[in-house]
């Protein structure tokens, strides 16, 4: 019996098609010999392995980013794994930003000392503070992880002055989901590594969950055997999905831009606004270093209100427009009162010192929306609780 060989039917078509094979075959020794042992012509061997959607979702996220190499990871915290497995060894001590997502932080705190690395965390609400930390380890520390811009604060890194001050042979990380290329561009600035979520804007339809890691050739296919090993990976739709979105992130993200800066001077200016931390505005305290940094200041705004933490959730409770839920770069709007949400298991203190007080709120613009109906939703829901207070 003739055994059934499919091929692609059409080698001229301007979309690759998306594969979603667990297993590639080989026709006979010579093949096995070519496609694995040699790899002097293309081949498949398992899906845990390689995919050729993958292949080329990554050369694209390459070129984005300037990088050499790419990886895709089944989440954002895949890739920040990933990467920290590989590149650290017991003995070996890293900083990371007080600031960091707190699933990073648990990573650092809770898992990596369980193999023997130490961990230093200092806050960057004063670059200058940081980056005299970061010196007086300097000749100690392996690895050095950033996170640019941080939530809820939209807090930025000097990012050069990292580099110089840790030495050329620390290895820079640098988690930039919140401002993806066009935005910025972390490997032009000393980072070895970068790193995204690319369930936010990279994908930007709120429809995947993926990762991505991006840098140098030699460190990617460091963490490249790591993901072999221990499968971290994504299917082929998914990749098809993110190769898809990657065609319209230039304009969604030069409208989140507009829209974030437009909302957050609006907020700026409400009398029920204590304060706005937007890097785009001349009042957040890193406005230099954005101006320095970035091209654009993505569609992410944190705001307190001059009211209790119950005041705030009826604030949120009357809004139409954004769904309440956390995540950013979707199409839609999302709102969270964030005591109340993403740090509801924090203590008083805890909250203090991370500079979140009762009446936070982080609001994620989505380009599907209107920003004079954004802006009106916010009217009549700050107006309404405020001539209540």
Not at 115 to 127: A, L, N, Q, T
Not at 332 to 354: K, P
Not at 361 to 371: E, F, I, P
Request: glycine share 6%; hydrophobic share 40%; proline share 5%.
């Amino acid at each position: 019996m003739t055994k059934h060989r499919s091929t692609d039917a059409y080698t001229n078509s301007i979309e690759a098609p998306t594969y979603q094979s667990a297993s590639y075959y080989f026709n006979n020794a010579d093949h096995v010999k070519a496609g694995l042992h040699d790899r002097s012509e293309p081949a498949g061997r398992y899906g845990r392995y390689s995919n050729p959607t993958w292949i080329e979702v990554e050369n694209k996220l390459s070129e984005l980013s300037g990088a050499e190499s790419s990886l895709l990871f089944a989440s954002g915290m895949a890739a920040h794994v990933t990467a920290f497995l590989t590149l650290l060894e017991a003995g070996d001590e890293v900083v990371l930003p007080s600031e960091s997502y707190r699933q990073v932080r648990n990573v650092f705190h809770h898992i990596l000392p369980k193999f023997g690395v130490k961990v230093h965390e200092f806050s960057i609400r004063d670059p200058d503070a940081f980056v005299a930390n970061i010196a007086a380890l300097r000749g100690k520390i392996k690895l050095v992880h950033l996170e640019m811009p941080s939530s809820p604060h939209m807090y930025l890194i000097d990012v050069a002055r990292v580099r110089e001050a840790a030495g050329p042979d620390v290895l820079l990380t640098l988690d930039s989901s919140f401002s993806p290329p066009p935005n910025f561009h972390a490997l032009r600035h000393g980072v070895d590594l970068v790193l995204f979520s690319a369930t936010k804007y990279l994908s930007g339809h709120g429809d995947i969950v993926c990762g991505v890691a991006s840098g140098r050739e030699e460190l990617i296919e460091k963490l490249r055997w790591y993901r072999d090993t221990t499968g971290p990976i994504t299917d082929g739709n998914t990749a098809f999905l993110l190769r898809r979105s990657l065609y319209t992130l230039q304009l969604r993200m030069d409208r989140v831009n507009a829209m974030g800066l437009e909302v957050a001077r609006y907020l700026e200016g409400h009398p029920a606004v204590d304060r706005v931390y937007y890097n785009g505005l001349e009042s957040h305290p890193h406005h230099k270093l954005a101006q320095q940094y970035l091209n654009g200041f993505g569609g992410v705004i944190t705001f307190e209100l001059k009211m209790t933490e119950e005041q705030t959730a009826a604030v949120v409770d009357r809004l139409q427009v954004p769904f309440m839920a956390s995540n950013f770069g979707a199409p839609h709007t999302l709102v969270e009162q964030s005591t109340f949400f993403t740090y509801f298991e924090y203590s008083e203190e805890e909250l203090v010192s991370i500079g979140v007080p009762r009446g936070t709120v982080r609001l994620a613009l989505g380009y599907s929306n209107d920003v004079t109906a954004i802006i009106k939703d916010l009217d009549q829901a700050l107006s309404h609780v405020q001539g209540q207070a």
